[in-house]
């Protein structure tokens, strides 16, 4: 599939790329996207300014 990928802290690394297609586990869903977004303050991911989130539950 293409995905619209970013290395984190490496600056204009944005780009769009074939990865693997994903493969649901057990008590999860795969869904097919018919449109997708983007926004404007997502521009500071571009100059690799990328901070990781906290991690998940």
Request: no cysteine; hydrophobic share 35%.
């Amino acid at each position: 599939m293409r995905a619209l990928t970013v290395r984190p802290g490496e600056k204009d690394s944005l780009e769009v790329r074939e990865v693997p297609d994903s493969v649901p586990a057990d008590g999860e869903l795969l869904v097919r996207g018919l449109a997708v977004g983007g926004v404007r303050n997502g521009q500071g991911d571009r100059p690799g300014r990328v901070r990781l989130g906290p991690a998940g539950p």
